[in-house]
């Protein structure tokens, strides 16, 4: 705008800064005083794209700030920085237990719950205790721990150990934004990994650059390989989700199939689901 363009960048730096200092002063006081209400999660389904069904929705949480839902990528940064994260996370897992008799329940059978966590919650004590309870709490219903490669390039002892608790305790391990990491897919060898989520960025080009094509088919046929599952991240447009199916991807998640929505609406659209089915059946 006319108004930034007449700041040096020096001023538009401050800014930013205090803007987010104020952010994660206000994020600190939300979690600290116990202001839980101000966390808000909001659920988007994973489809098989074949059927269109629903078999699972991910987890993603949102800060209700001043009437208004502040998006995580506003402050999840700042949240990892002071280890906030932690019981963010605690928060996010507590509401998802909270939640999932509803969401089973809609769903009429077993679904996937996916929970994204950061680094920084391998080493709070309470976390491998906290996955136990909600994997007994969800039954047949299956929790799936979604993180990065930079939590799983983290070439350390008590990060493979932790990784084999949780999966010990009945969680799955789902690797987000598969394949923008920079790292070394090396971990793939020993670390029990059950899912790979292919990036957003991957999936944009897909139905007109080759090259896109050519790096989630290759994705497909290292998965296919390890036995690991897919999911596409990101379809927005039915081209996309031709191509995918094509190369064999099985499941996927994207506006295209329904975006991030409230607990209340997620229910109704798993129910709509689930009354369809039976209609059918
Ligand atoms: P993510 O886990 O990779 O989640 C996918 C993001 O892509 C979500 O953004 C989702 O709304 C968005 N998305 C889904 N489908 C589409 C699509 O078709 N097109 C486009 N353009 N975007 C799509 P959201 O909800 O803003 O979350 C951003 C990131 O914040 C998440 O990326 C995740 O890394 C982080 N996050 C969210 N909730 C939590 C949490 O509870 N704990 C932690 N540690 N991180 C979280
Ligand atoms: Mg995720
Ligand atoms: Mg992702
Ligand atoms: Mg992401």
Known sequence: SAKSRGKSQYQLYEESLGAD??????????????????????????????????GGVEALVRWRRDG???PPDLFIPAAEDSGLIVPLGQRVLQQVVADSPQLVRAAGGPIDLAVNMSAHQLHDPTFVPAVRAAVEAFGDSRLVLEMTETVLVQDDPHTATTLERLTGAGARLSIDDFGVGFSSIGYLQHLPVDVVKID???VRDIDHLPRS?????AILVMASALD????AEGIERESQADVLRMAGCSDGQGYLYARPQPLAEVLATLRDQSSLSRLSS
């Open 68 to 70: 208004a839902l502040v």
């Open 228 to 231: 690991l599952d897919v999911v």
């Open 213 to 217: 094509r050519a790096l989630v088919d």
């Open 200 to 202: 957003r960025s991957f």
């Open 21 to 54: 200092r104020i952010l994660r002063l206000e994020l600190i006081e939300a979690l600290r005083t116990g202001i839980r209400d101000d966390l808000v999660v909001h659920y988007q389904p994973v489809v098989n794209l074949d059927t269109g069904r629903i």
